[in-house]
Antibody, heavy 120, light 108 residues
Framework: QVQLVESGGGVVQPGRSLRLSCAASGFTFSSYGMHWVRQAPGKGLEWVAV????????YYADSVKGRFTISRDNSKNTLYLQMNSLRAEDTAVYYC?????????????WGQGTMVTVSS | DIQMTQSPSSLSASVGDRVTITCQASQDISNYLNWYQQKPGKAPKLLIYDASNLETGVPSRFSGSGSGTDFTFTISSLQPEDIATYYCQQYDNLPPWTFGQGTKVEIK
């Protein structure tokens, strides 16, 4: 079945780096745009970044621009989020989500999320 | 950036009640609006797309309406399994994709 599985979360000190992964299965990964969305503890959803189906375009939220990099390896059906210069305010559950597999312009498939805690 | 304002931020209703949530965009977004449900500890789930279209498999007690800047999400008869936080999301003027702050629905 269609599935997204995130990994790579954990506890990291401020200023350090972490790379998240999102493994896709059950659909043609290389045909769809992919997003990262995060949710700080007890807070709402915040869009983080998007990458086009072929990696040709990438966009970021202002809050992470210049620190985070989204990428994908279509040969491995995997999405990544490289997070550098982490701050306490980056603490959140990070979800990957596909756009348009079933429904155009909607985040229609979500992973289960991976927790990132930035703390000294 | 387009701001999305949801109200109320939380509500408590009885089983069987009609529940309505509103979402207002800071500028005209036509019908470029989705609604998501997030149950505690779970990932969000798409319920409504393009303001009023029900995602496949979603119960018909859920509905959405509106266009321009004002949108409404309705549960016609609240069920215990509907306890969740609901979010609107615009996809007109991109990036960024923006969500409302969420509405937490509880059972009275």
């Amino acid at each position: 079945q269609v599935q997204l599985v995130e990994s790579g979360g954990g506890v990291v000190q401020p200023g350090r780096s972490l790379r998240l992964s999102c493994a896709a299965s059950g659909f043609t990964f290389s045909s769809y745009g992919m997003h990262w969305v995060r949710q700080a503890p007890g807070k709402g959803l915040e869009w983080v970044a998007v990458i086009w189906y072929d990696g040709s375009n990438k966009y970021y939220a202002d809050s992470v621009k210049g620190r985070f990099t989204i990428s994908r390896d279509n040969s491995k059906n995997t999405l990544y989020l490289q997070m550098n210069s982490l701050r306490a305010e980056d603490t959140a559950v990070y979800y990957c989500a596909s756009e348009g597999i079933k429904t155009a312009s909607a985040f229609d498939i979500w992973g289960q999320g991976t927790m990132v805690t930035v703390s000294s | 950036d387009i701001q999305m304002t949801q109200s109320p931020s939380s509500l408590s209703a009885s089983v069987g009640d009609r529940v309505t949530i509103t979402c207002q965009a800071s500028q005209d977004i036509s019908n470029y609006l989705n609604w998501y449900q997030q149950k505690p500890g779970k990932a969000p789930k798409l319920l409504i797309y393009d303001a009023s279209n029900l995602e496949t498999g979603v119960p018909s007690r859920f509905s959405g309406s509106g266009s321009g800047t004002d949108f409404t999400f309705t549960i016609s008869s609240l069920q215990p399994e509907d306890i969740a936080t609901y979010y609107c999301q615009q996809y007109d003027n991109l990036p960024p994709w923006t969500f409302g702050q969420g509405t937490k629905v509880e059972i009275k």
